[in-house]
């Protein structure tokens, strides 16, 4: 939940708002009448050099403290995305109580290993297609604001800086290893099944519903084309050709 703020985010060119009266009028209401509103979104008043206007609940300097952990390789950043919770609460699994009884949240980056909620806890480490969306797609429209200029460290600690644009296009790199064959000719959304080796059959990628957050294995439902055909965006929008997939 604290990656959500990201996703807040829209770019609109001046000259859009200029023409949209409705828009402009709504903008103006929440000014006068909501300003306790109206200053939880960045920069809608302030124009960059191109004349776009940012929407978002995310500032400059707050997206940057959010993103060195979003980067962390020992937090959510795995070699295959985004985890859909941090690392770090492998060792360090967040307990509360509700009267006698104590609940545990901790990574587990495959399926759930306990009954809490049904059993249903894969939201709790594995790669998820939507959410790793999400991000790039936010991303990329934070960059249209900030431009080359803005560069945050990724993967944190590394001492490599990148512009929101490149980070997005890394991201999209880390997906799509999911299903790319690997060094070993290995793609590891298959993990060990026999599909892998099968020449007839290990061209034929199954859309896993998420995907284990250490190791890319596809897990869930396997026909889950709905939101993991997500990953085809990806290949589009960082300019990398589908053939990538069998290559």
Request: hydrophobic letters at 35%; aromatic letters at 12%.
């Amino acid at each position: 939940m604290g990656l959500i703020p990201l996703f807040v985010v829209e770019t609109i060119a001046d000259c859009e708002v200029m023409q949209d009266e409705f828009f402009d009028q709504r903008k103006k209401w929440f000014e006068e009448n909501r300003p306790d509103l109206a200053d939880l979104v960045s920069h809608w008043d302030i124009l960059n050099k191109n004349g776009i206007h940012l929407f978002s609940l995310m500032r400059g300097f707050r997206m940057k403290v959010t993103l060195k952990r979003l980067l962390d390789e020992k937090e959510f950043l795995s070699d295959y995305g985004i985890r859909s919770l941090s690392k770090f609460h492998l060792e360090h699994p967040y307990r509360f109580r509700a009267g006698e009884q104590t609940y545990t949240i901790e990574y587990t980056p495959g399926e759930s290993d306990n009954d809490m909620f049904g059993g249903n806890s894969n939201w709790r480490g594995p790669v998820w297609l939507p959410m790793n969306w999400l991000v790039i797609e936010s991303l990329r429209r934070y960059h249209v604001f900030y431009g080359d200029d803005f560069k945050v460290e990724c993967p944190t600690g590394t001492g490599r800086y990148m512009t929101l644009n490149e980070v997005a296009d890394e991201l999209s790199r880390r997906v799509l290893r999911i299903s790319a064959r690997n060094d070993q000719g290995i793609r590891p959304v298959f993990g060990s099944i026999t599909m892998q080796t099968d020449e007839h059959f290990r061209d034929y990628l199954l859309f896993h519903e998420y995907f284990h957050g250490d190791s890319g294995i596809g897990l869930g439902a396997s026909h889950q084309t709905g939101w993991t055909a997500l990953i085809a965006t990806c290949c589009i929008k960082s300019h990398l050709k589908m053939i990538s997939f069998s290559n």
